[in-house]
């Protein structure tokens, strides 16, 4: 039968891993599609998310191990031992709080900032998994559950668990929570209890439709109190949300709660060990120094990843106009630097997943064009004319992302402004006039060639002279996570595509919109 895995792979992605006949029947073979569909080379070692050990990853000795929405990890065995070790899927960082500032080449050059990804510059977490695994307990709760399992076997009794027993489930939970997320939707909390049931049969509940109602709401309460008690720590996270940080006027705790909305991983991340606001201040001085000078981007890189905490923490509590944060990070808004920026914030690849996720539904959304009746049909057979015309692939993106625009009932022109023989004056008052969009400047309509193509937010060019359009709406939807801003109302329902269905971010939680789309996609 089939099955399906999740791949974790070197670089901090993760990729689903298609196995239509099956596991193999050897390593080799398995080790053999895992490069084949993760488009890896060299040599690779696997390891699997072992359950008996708290979730720590093993090496992969037998395929049968390999568990249907299982997790495994590849090691690239031709990678330096410090890069491995400075893994994103690590829960616990082994090195000494100061190795970041320690580490060089032996010329006294900077180190490749690839190495650093550890908890001294971003937050250790990784996204929410697929299947949820409960972690082990104390070892007296853990003979508790054993026994009591036993019993449920036996003669089907389940178990009521005394007031201790009962806290050291939540309390294991809770702390398996939070490695992801200090926020937990309903469906992703139901999750978890499911999860619990499936592993101790003998814990479900009689007295709940489900067999986890209670445990589900036990877990509420449990991870609220904890919230409290990580304010009065002050975490970040949390203490953004606290009564002090509201405006004058303003006390509902209701009021401006900010936490992660579309499935940022790293929403609000404590600062690095040893690290205080002052010290990341001078850093960020330094900073503006070093854009200047050049040759100086691995400089650059590390001071940028080390301060990527307290860049989130004037994102979200301030909330700053672009104009002012630009002139305080000047170098994030390069392209490098929003893709690097935007994998910390979701530990997903900005430009290379986009492209290939839009290339991945091209074919199909072409097809959807050609068959929507009326006069949005209308609209999309030329978009699709269009398309079967281009014998270029940038142009067949351009295309295929304003087809997607009209598909969702909204107007391409409001993400996508073309000025063509215009003067300068013209072209600059237009563009102060917009608040969020792309512009795309030729000499005439008829040309192919275009001059310019480039980002504006609140009015300001925030990105110049991009190679293309896909490439600048990669870069703009990238743009709303690194700054924290909300979709256009005008663009909601395309981002929302762009956002679940290609760069699959929250993706189960969709509009009816968005649903009928991804329905129709994989008809």
């Known amino acids: 039968m089939p099955v399906i895995v999740k791949i974790l792979l070197t670089d901090g992605s993760c990729q689903r891993l298609s196995l239509a006949h099956g596991v193999p029947e050897s390593l080799e073979d398995l080790m053999a599609e895992v490069k084949k569909q993760c488009s890896l080379q060299g040599n690779i070692r696997l390891q699997f998310m072992d359950s008996l050990f708290g979730n720590e990853f093993m090496n992969l000795t037998s395929v049968s191990e390999v568990e249907d929405r299982g997790t495994l990890r590849v090691i690239d065995l031709s990678m330096p031992t410090m890069q491995q070790e400075s893994s994103p899927f690590q829960h616990l960082q082994e090195s000494s709080p100061s190795s970041a500032n320690d580490l060089s080449s032996p010329l006294g050059q900077p180190v490749d900032t690839d190495i650093l990804s550890s908890n001294e510059s971003t937050s250790s977490r990784s996204s929410w998994p697929d299947v949820f695994h409960v972690p082990k307990f104390s070892y007296d709760a853990e003979l508790k559950l054993q026994q009591a399992g036993l019993v449920y076997i036996q003669n089907g009794t389940v178990l009521i668990p005394d007031p201790k027993l009962k806290s050291a489930i939540l309390d294991g939970l809770v702390q398996e929570i939070v490695q992801y997320k200090v926020y937990v939707s309903d469906k992703e909390m139901e999750q978890v209890a499911q999860s619990l049931i499936k592993k101790h049969p003998c814990l479900t509940q009689k007295g709940s439709s489900t067999g986890y109602g209670g445990w589900k709401m036990s877990l509420k309460y449990k991870l609220?109190?904890?919230?409290?008690?990580?304010?009065?720590?002050?975490?970040?996270?949390?203490?953004?949300?606290?009564?002090?940080?509201?405006?004058?006027?303003?006390?509902?705790?209701?009021?401006?709660?900010?936490?992660?909305?579309?499935?940022?991983?790293?929403?609000?991340?404590?600062?690095?060990?040893?690290?205080?606001?002052?010290?990341?201040?001078?850093?960020?001085?330094?900073?503006?120094?070093?854009?200047?000078?050049?040759?100086?981007?691995?400089?650059?890189?590390?001071?940028?990843?080390?301060?990527?905490?307290?860049?989130?923490?004037?994102?979200?509590?301030?909330?700053?106009?672009?104009?002012?944060?630009?002139?305080?990070?000047?170098?994030?808004?390069?392209?490098?630097?929003?893709?690097?920026?935007?994998?910390?914030?979701?530990?997903?690849?900005?430009?290379?997943?986009?492209?290939?996720?839009?290339?991945?539904?091209?074919?199909?959304?072409?097809?959807?064009?050609?068959?929507?009746?009326?006069?949005?049909?209308?609209?999309?057979?030329?978009?699709?004319?269009?398309?079967?015309?281009?014998?270029?692939?940038?142009?067949?993106?351009?295309?295929?992302?304003?087809?997607?625009?009209?598909?969702?009932?909204?107007?391409?022109?409001?993400?996508?402004?073309?000025?063509?023989?215009?003067?300068?004056?013209?072209?600059?008052?237009?563009?102060?006039?917009?608040?969020?969009?792309?512009?795309?400047?030729?000499?005439?309509?008829?040309?192919?060639?275009?001059?310019?193509?480039?980002?504006?937010?609140?009015?300001?060019?925030?990105?110049?002279?991009?190679?293309?359009?896909?490439?600048?709406?990669?870069?703009?939807?990238?743009?709303?996570?690194?700054?924290?801003?909300?979709?256009?109302?005008?663009?909601?329902?395309?981002?929302?595509?762009?956002?679940?269905?290609?760069?699959?971010?929250?993706?189960?939680?969709?509009?009816?919109?968005?649903?009928?789309?991804?329905?129709?996609?994989?008809?």
């Open 224 to 523: 609220s109190n904890y919230r409290t008690q990580l304010r009065k720590l002050g975490c970040p996270e949390v203490t953004v949300n606290s009564l002090k940080n509201k405006p004058a006027g303003k006390r509902s705790a209701a009021f401006g709660i900010k936490k992660a909305k579309r499935a940022e991983v790293n929403f609000c991340p404590t600062y690095p060990s040893a690290e205080t606001e002052e010290s990341l201040e001078s850093m960020r001085k330094a900073l503006l120094l070093d854009v200047g000078k050049r040759n100086n981007r691995e400089a650059v890189k590390l001071k940028m990843e080390k301060t990527f905490a307290y860049r989130r923490h004037e994102i979200v509590r301030d909330a700053p106009m672009v104009e002012d944060f630009r002139l305080r990070w000047p170098a994030l808004f390069e392209v490098s630097e929003i893709n690097a920026e935007f994998k910390r914030i979701t530990t997903v690849p900005l430009q290379s997943k986009f492209l290939s996720q839009l290339d991945l539904h091209s074919d199909n959304l072409i097809r959807l064009f050609q068959r929507r009746g009326g006069q949005l049909g209308e609209k999309l057979k030329r978009v699709a004319a269009q398309i079967a015309v281009c014998d270029d692939i940038d142009a067949g993106r351009e295309c295929i992302i304003k087809g997607v625009c009209v598909y969702m009932g909204e107007d391409p022109d409001n993400l996508l402004r073309e000025y063509v023989s215009l003067d300068d004056n013209t072209i600059n008052e237009a563009i102060a006039d917009t608040t969020v969009g792309i512009y795309i400047i030729k000499e005439c309509a008829s040309s192919g060639n275009i001059e310019d193509i480039g980002i504006v937010l609140e009015g300001i060019k925030v990105l110049k002279y991009l190679d293309n359009v896909a490439l600048a709406v990669a870069m703009l939807f990238g743009l709303m996570y690194v700054l924290n801003l909300n979709y256009p109302a005008d663009l909601r329902y395309t981002f929302e595509v762009i956002q679940k269905i290609w760069m699959e971010l929250d993706a189960s939680k969709l509009s009816n919109k968005a649903l009928a789309l991804k329905n129709r996609l994989s008809e």
